[in-house]
T-cell receptor, first 110, second 114 residues
Framework: DVKVTQSSRYLVKRTGEKVFLECVQD?????MFWYRQDPGLGLRLIYF???????EKGDIPEGYSVSREKKERFSLILESASTNQTSMYLC?????????FGSGTRLTVV | AQSVTQPDIHITVSEGASLELRCNYS??????LFWYVQSPGQGLQLLLK??????LVQGIKGFEAEFKRSQSSFNLRKPSVHWSDAAEYFC????????????FGTGTRLTIIP
């Protein structure tokens, strides 16, 4: 089975901290994605990457950046965490639209 | 840009009753369409997908969906729901096999009553 592993299930960070969310997939997928999920808003795309060192903005990239130095690892970075970034973050990888999602990181910014 | 509308935020259905969850999309060409389910505390699981061909798509857990181009709809159906179907359901549309981006609807929460 394809596995997408997110390093933390729950995180609590302080306002202004730099936060790293890590995601690793084990199936050599080219495409990887970061979504955030909020009640009533569904999943919204933050950033995606279709190759190593390649990235593109999604629908809500403000306040975020990403890094993909190796094919299997896609990191989401909150440069200066704010309370409005409190959310569930989902990483996914895919080939031919066969999405596999990680179990999510619930981030609380206080 | 494509968009997805799920007009029902919350639906309550009796166990054993039939179910239809609505999904409307906005996209110029033939889209790629998906339904995902998320049980409480669980990750997202693909129920079914439509790329082309037969407009009635069968999925897992007894679900099916019908693509209607004239109505820009991809509604999810199940003839008889089980208590274990209580979950949140997301419709999604993709536009390009190159980047494989998905645009999700806002979700429909399904409650099952005895």
């Amino acid at each position: 089975d394809v596995k997408v592993t997110q390093s933390s299930r729950y995180l609590v960070k302080r306002t202004g901290e730099k936060v790293f969310l890590e995601c690793v997939q084990d199936m050599d997928h080219e495409n990887m994605f970061w979504y955030r999920q909020d009640p009533g808003l569904g999943l919204r795309l933050i950033y995606f990457s279709y190759d190593v060192k390649m990235k593109e903005k999604g629908d809500i990239p403000e306040g975020y950046s990403v890094s993909r130095e190796k094919k299997e690892r896609f990191s989401l970075i909150l440069e200066s965490a704010s309370t409005n970034q409190t959310s569930m973050y989902l990483c996914a990888s895919t080939t031919n639209y066969g999405y596999t999602f990680g179990s999510g990181t619930r981030l609380t910014v206080v | 840009a494509q968009s997805v509308t799920q007009p029902d935020i919350h639906i309550t259905v009796s166990e054993g009753a039939s179910l239809e969850l609505r999904c409307n999309y906005s996209y110029g060409a033939t889209p790629y369409l998906f339904w995902y389910v998320q049980s409480p505390g669980q990750g997202l699981q693909l129920l079914l997908k439509y790329f082309s061909g037969d407009t009635l798509v069968q999925g897992i857990k007894g679900f099916e969906a019908e693509f209607k181009r004239s109505q820009s709809s991809f509604n999810l159906r199940k003839p008889s729901v089980h208590w274990s179907d209580a979950a949140e359901y997301f419709c999604a549309v993709g536009d390009d096999f190159g980047n494989e981006k998905l645009t999700f609807g806002t979700g429909t929460r399904l409650t099952i009553i005895p």
